[in-house]
């Protein structure tokens, strides 16, 4: 993991910090799909009863502290394994640069998926998924080189936002009938904001100054006539003291 706060104006790129920054979001993120994977299965041995009991009921109130556990729950293995890769690229993504902004970040598109869910969606149905986190970490990678002003950043999100731009549309009402379009909205929404909150406040390095060139050489005459090692420093001498 790199480091919370860091330089957006470092031009030298070190291989060691990027491999060890590479891992440690590796292993973030087999460790959040490896608790999924464990709750999916915990459910579906309980015949999906975790999704049925701590999914979200839209504008049911006693459901509304649901918005932090249905973005972890899914209703069957296929409804999983479609989450699971995008979930897997995007956080890999998002996590690259700092395992705790990635958290607060997770938390964040979580609450901002899952409310617009609860608010806007039809009432007789249980919302549960990682699909509005999906959205919220592909927005936040998508923002974040930008709002850094970090070169590589901003590459990776022009690449991701050109590659997986159709996967808005989704996020729009009536386009994919039977999928939240609001958990989908509510995340990218988030992750916008996210890119936002959790921007680079290291402050900027101020430029050195470089030397004038008459400064340059009025300091090597001073130290050749203070040097006393100089061939020329008794003749230098004789003449200072003459006037000259």
Known sequence: MASEHRSSTATTIDPVQMIADARRALFT????????WL????????DYDLGKRFGVIPQDPSRLPNVVTAPFLHWNWAHLEANS???????????????????????LVALTSELASWVFDSPNRIGA????????????VVLRGIIDRNL??????????????????SALPG???GISWSAHLGGLIGGLAGAWIFRNRAPRRAREPQPQPQAKAQGKATSTATDPNSPNAALLKELDDLGL
């Open 175 to 177: 386009v994919a009938p």
């Open 29 to 36: 993120m087999v460790g959040v799909l490896a608790a999924i």
């Open 39 to 46: 709750i999916q299965l915990v459910n579906w041995m309980d």
């Open 152 to 169: 590589i950043d901003t590459l990776i999100g022009v690449v991701l936002g050109a590659s997986y731009a159709y996967m808005v549309t």
């Open 85 to 107: 890769g995008p979930l897997f690229v995007f956080g890999f993504l998002a996590a690259y640069r700092g395992v705790k902004k990635f958290l607060g970040l997770t938390l």
């Open 129 to 140: 998924g990682a699909s509005g986190v999906v959205f919220g970490y592909f927005g936040y």
